[in-house]
């Protein structure tokens, strides 16, 4: 089963670069029934289950998110949050029982992958506002996963001394340059600092000449493909505290404590900050994640949500302290790892890298390196056995049923965006709404629909079929001030 566990993360990992790192429902969605169905296969053929105290934590933090649904200000949107945590413990699942060497594996592919978005990126033009995005489609949590390779990519040149880590070394740093990540800048230079005094070998003469030279050459490379060398240097200048991107992060976390003040146990249920945002926000501006982890977990779970999301850390930085005086391999190992949990820990202050299921897996699966031998414990009660087996198998059911009305909305939104099939769009939100009748997104969608198919044949029967379906939107989701909005022009358009 070794083998097994081995390809199923790396499947989730290729296909996660691929895919937007699983931020969108449908990718979600369908990634968890695969690894659903890859557990389940695991659990019947070595027909036993061990479970350690890393892993109890992300099943206690999932199902603090699950049971968030009851109270939460918007279903759909608590459910989606829901949906990203719950591939941490299935992650979690697979990666527990593979050995460290599979664990490095995995990791190496990670170096990989991401010299890939690098160059699919570059030959692809996957720029937006002149940031390289690549397939992941958001140049932030492109830069902290090139972060996480590049140090990677040092790690396993330490351990291998094999030069070629060094042009994926050159790859990633370019691509981070691309990004235009100013704070990831900041945090890879300050990750530089970190290694260079936690190793010692990249102290001598030699590696610090080859480094300097793989840094000058990420530079010129960069340059190169954007083909301006100023622009990169008015970048840099503009790095300050009063940037205009800081100063708005500011304003969402004043506002977000103000609404934590009011759901401080328990929180709002996922996606409830961008639904009470005009309640808190003045003047009134709408962005759906507050850019902050930690500030965002507190306001969809509460206080309860964020112990555990803390007590999972601190399980970390436990294991590694206990493994980090054993041999040179394991310190060497060890070090980095805390190297890298705690930058991304760090630039989750200041983003929303962590919505990205693919870098909520990365950041699983190093973890789990560090609390693997933290109080394990072999369920063999048959009962608690059947009990996993038929937990695995409806949840397995659950998520095919969602990937099924997911996929429906996911081809009316793409005939409605196209302004092709309008018709036939409507037919396929009605089977979505037929499969999730808790969306909300299926009757404004469908509503939108209405509206160009009124304003393609001047029907004012389109406008009023639009005006019920954003009524049984705000139904479901009463706050939405989106669709408070657009009833709002219908009611002016039907008059």
């Not at 030699?206 to 340059?223: I, M, N, P, T, Y």
């Not at 100023?230 to 200048?237: D, E, K, M, T």
């Not at 969402?252 to 996606?271: C, E, K, N, P, V």
């Amino acid at each position: 089963m070794q083998r097994f566990r081995l390809y199923t993360i790396a499947l989730f990992i290729m296909w996660g670069a691929l895919r937007q790192g699983f931020f969108y429902e449908l990718d979600a969605v369908l990634m968890l029934t695969v690894l659903a169905s890859a557990i389940l296969i695991m659990i019947l053929l070595e027909k036993k289950l061990e479970v350690n105290l890393f892993q109890a934590l992300l099943i206690l933090f999932t199902i603090v998110y699950w049971a968030a649904l009851f109270y939460a200000q918007d279903f759909e949107l608590a459910m989606e949050e829901a949906l990203k945590v719950t591939s941490m413990p299935l992650i979690g699942f697979v990666a527990a029982r593979l050995t460290y060497n599979n664990k490095l594996k995995l990791l190496k592919l990670c170096i990989w992958v991401g010299s890939s978005l690098v160059v699919v990126g570059v030959l692809f033009n996957l720029y937006r506002q002149n940031r390289l995005e690549s397939t992941i489609e958001y140049a932030n949590t492109l830069a902290i996963f090139l972060l996480v390779t590049a140090i990677l990519c040092i790690l396993f040149y330490l351990h291998e001394q094999k030069v070629g880590l060094l042009f994926h070394l050159t790859l990633q740093i370019s691509g981070l340059l691309l990004t235009l990540s100013r704070s990831v800048w900041i945090l890879w230079i300050a990750a530089i600092l970190l290694l260079l005094l936690s190793y010692k070998l990249l102290r001598t003469r030699k590696q610090l000449a080859r480094f300097s030279f793989v840094q000058l050459a990420a530079l010129g490379l960069a340059v190169l493909i954007k083909w301006d060398l100023f622009f990169f240097l008015n970048r840099v200048h503009s790095i300050q505290a009063k940037a205009s991107e800081l100063q708005i992060r500011f304003v969402y976390w004043r506002d977000s404590l103000a609404m934590i003040r009011d759901h401080f146990l328990l929180g709002t249920g996922g996606g409830g900050w961008s639904v009470l945002l005009p309640e808190y926000s003045d003047p009134v501006y709408f962005v759906k994640y507050v850019h902050n982890q930690y500030l965002q977990i507190f306001m969809d779970v509460g206080l309860v949500g964020l112990v555990i999301f803390i007590s999972i850390l601190f399980v970390f930085y436990r294991g590694i302290g206990l493994g980090i005086m054993q041999n040179e391999e394991s310190r060497l190992w060890n070090k980095g790892f805390v190297i890298i949990v705690t930058f991304i820990l760090l630039h989750a202050g200041f983003d929303f890298d962590l919505s990205f299921p693919l870098m909520l897996g990365v950041v699983v699966l190093v973890l789990s390196i560090g609390s693997e031998n933290l109080f394990n414990l072999t369920i063999k009660n048959q009962a608690y056995y059947r009990l996993s087996l038929v937990s695995i198998f409806a949840f397995l059911l659950f998520s095919a049923w969602l990937t099924t009305g997911y996929s429906f909305m996911k081809k009316g939104e793409h005939n409605i965006q196209s302004n092709i099939q309008i018709a036939a769009a409507q037919k396929q939100f009605t089977t979505a709404k037929w499969f999730l009748p808790w969306s909300s997104k299926a009757y404004y969608d469908a509503a939108k629909g209405y509206v160009l198919l009124g304003n393609q044949t001047n029907d004012s029967a389109s406008y009023q079929k639009a005006k019920e379906e954003i009524e049984k939107a705000i139904q479901l989701s009463p706050k939405q001030s989106l669709y408070q909005a657009l009833l709002l022009e219908l009611q002016q358009a039907t008059q």
